[in-house]
């Protein structure tokens, strides 16, 4: 089993930053591509940025390109999620995911006006 934990999250104003850390227990974090999802109060849980095992390849969507960065480190079974210039709707619940299998809890994000 795979067991996930988030951190990082808070209250920003708007154009600040967070950093989102994820560490992961189990599995072979290594081989496994890694998600950050978010979750905003009455929405569905949509998918925000990817990365590959080995950390080359990272993906976002639309919204969040330019802004976040996925990034990764194997030696400490961590995923992380570099966010700047936040806005408003960023404010959700994040998820971190492994291998579309496993979730961590979500911290909680909110990015005032």
């Known amino acids: 089993q795979v067991e996930l934990v988030e951190s990082g999250g808070g209250l920003v104003q708007a154009g600040g930053s967070l950093k989102l850390s994820c560490v992961a227990s189990?599995?072979?974090?290594?081989?496994?591509?890694m998600r950050w999802f978010r979750q905003a109060p009455g929405k569905e849980r949509n998918f925000v940025a990817s990365?590959?095992?080995?950390?080359?390849?990272?993906y976002y969507t639309d919204s969040v390109q330019g802004r976040f960065t996925i990034s990764r480190d194997n030696s400490k079974n961590t995923v992380y999620l570099q966010m700047n210039s936040l806005k408003p709707e960023d404010t959700a619940v994040y998820y971190c995911?492994?291998?579309?299998?496993?979730w961590g809890r979500g911290t909680q994000v909110t990015v005032s006006s």
């Open positions: 990365i590959t095992g080995n950390g080359q390849h990272s």
């Open positions: 189990g599995g072979t974090f290594s081989r496994a591509a």
């Open positions: 995911n492994y291998e579309q299998t496993y």
